[in-house]
């Protein structure tokens, strides 16, 4: 338990408001939203000024690999693909143990709550090479991290276990008992594509859990899957609980036919998620000239009114071998590889704000509103538009009301 606290003269960001308004925000004992308003009164409770500074929500990276993070170092992917990739760290995989996976996510999950991120959903492999080893790391660093990052985890069937159906629906069943979030997988990767998505459905059906899978994460429309998902999503009854990573699929078909893909996925009600970093690295190698960007038609989905996210994905690993944990950097990407305009910058913070948010379900937890966690990043930036345009260098975020990162920036004169 803690003293009250209540954080003065920011421009506060409400849930659900368009623009920041000058407000206090009084944080209970208990490090949630206890009142927002103008002045309010002091009482029993510690003042913090943030005058002039943006006090936001926490920012949610819905789309990581907590597991694979930061094995950069111990390994290559000369071809640079998504095969590639996946090779190189099926290699890696048997010799790495729990501990040392956590180390190195640690260390992720460090650098990702210093740039104001709060919560981060990690997709976690479940291959035959190490069954569910990832997921009893991620379980125990979820545990370890929870004063500083609400941490969700993705029982993710990849690499062999694609093919392998009865020991992937014997692994989830123990990913499951082990208490992760969702349920994910590529069946693109499978043997037997649409049997692997029955298996996901069937066993998102049966624990309860929501489905966030890596969708067409390549660039060949002839293969794509999601007419059969959004099939799937609509007779399990899975409207709104349904996730699709990458799509990147999309981009390759024509207009009008991705135009009648998108109605059927709004329909059926499937969020997507755009994965720039990954996308821009992995995709299009084998174009000799004018190589494609890699992403979904993000601007197309959001026109259409589907909920589109931005993460980081893969952060310095064989799949993305550069990465900060910066959601903001994440932001301006999706700008730049999706070619929005110069009036979207406001849209890219919804898309690492307050639409994973709602896709990972932290439901009335987030946000700044009363009864809410006080999750919060406060940064020193004029509008919401700059902030993206220019990253915070000036920043502080807390957990449930308290501080744990705090950065200022002093210019040096010449005496
Ligand atoms: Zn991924």
Redesign the pocket.
Known sequence: MRNPLILRGGLVLRFGAAAPERLDIRIGRDGRIAEIGPSLSEGDAETLAVDGQLVLPGLVDM?Q?LDKSRTRPLLDNPSGTLAGAAAAYRELAPSITKEQMIDRARRTVEACSAYGTVAIRS?TNIDPQTGVRGVEAMVALREQCASRMRIQIVGHITSGATSMLPESEAWLRQAVDLGIDAIGGVPAFSSEPIALLKLLFDTAQRSGLPLDM?IDEHLDAGRAMFSEIAKMTRAYGMSGRVVA?HSSALSAMPPDEAQRTIDELREAGVGIVT?PA?NLFLQGRDADRLPPRGLTRVRELLAAGIPVAAAS??IQDPFVPTGTGDLLEIARWTLLAGQFGLSDLRQMFEMVSTVPAQMIGLGADWGIREGARADLLIARAETIDDLVASGAPERMVMIEGKVVFATTVRQHQDS
Do not use: E, I, S
């Open positions: 789309h690999h997709h890596h990573g994965l990954a994905d893969n």
